[in-house]
């Protein structure tokens, strides 16, 4: 079974997409504090991360750099999403290592396709 971790400082977010990748037969698990993501994705290697970019204390670019820095997890899929929907931040998101990026509100099924695209073909 697919994992994903979502990570949002928003816990409706969390909810709302997590009871959306239930439906898809995907295991889902959300954080709300960016600071306990790095040591989540250590512990428990999701197949994917969902990081909002936007948060408060630690933005997404700083869970990306702590995640992208550790020969543990470094290969680990993230896919940022943001409601900013510009060709400079999407460039820097990818520059910085995210795997893809995401327009928060974009149908659910370009979400589920796109994260999708990441998830082990064993899972």
Request: some cysteine; overall charge negative; charged content about 30%.
């Amino acid at each position: 079974m697919a994992k994903i971790l979502i990570v949002d400082d928003q816990p409706e977010v969390c909810e709302v997409m997590q009871r959306l990748f239930k439906a898809m037969g995907w295991q889902s698990d959300c954080l709300t504090d960016p600071k306990t993501v790095h040591g989540t994705v250590r512990d428990q290697k999701p197949d994917v991360v969902l990081l909002d970019v936007m948060m408060p204390e630690l933005d997404g670019f700083g869970v990306l750099r702590a995640i992208r820095t550790d020969p543990d997890v470094a290969t680990t899929p993230i896919v940022m999403y943001s409601a900013v929907n510009d060709e400079k931040t999407v460039d820097r998101a990818l520059a910085a290592g995210a795997d893809d990026y995401i327009v928060k509100g974009a149908p659910f099924r370009q979400m589920r396709d796109r994260v999708g695209l990441y998830v082990r073909a064993d899972s």
